[in-house]
Nanobody
């Protein structure tokens, strides 16, 4: 199983960016999917999560600006980021709680990080 993230880049404050993350491999089911971020010198923090039933939760600092969504047919999770501020600058990581085929083992998988830089 692999998670492949895309999107990110450099944007001015007030701008928008969109991230996507696709899971592939021998997947039986995907439960919660999410996005985390890690800024230099800081711990990784949860940004947003979406359950298998599409319930969402966000860290307070991004509420009203970021939107997480998923396409179960494509095993993909998205993060639309609007009204970006310099404090959003970080490496963003996607995660997915996946049950694999055959063994039905279940654990959290991580995508590679993608850099988001917001200039002031």
């Amino acid at each position: 199983v692999q998670l492949q993230a895309s999107g990110g880049g450099l944007v001015q404050a007030g701008g928008s960016l969109s991230l996507s993350c696709a899971a592939s491999g021998s997947i039986f089911s995907i439960n919660t999917m999410g996005w985390y971020r890690q800024a230099p010198g800081k711990e990784r923090e949860l940004v947003a999560q979406i359950s298998g039933g599409a319930s969402t939760n966000y860290v307070d600092s991004v509420k009203g600006r970021f939107t997480i969504s998923r396409d179960n047919n494509k095993n993909t999770v998205y993060l639309q980021m609007n009204k970006l501020i310099p404090e959003d600058t970080a490496v963003y990581y996607c995660s997915a709680d996946i049950t694999v085929q055959y063994s039905y083992s279940r654990r959290t998988y991580w995508g590679q990080g993608t850099q988001v830089t917001v200039s002031s």
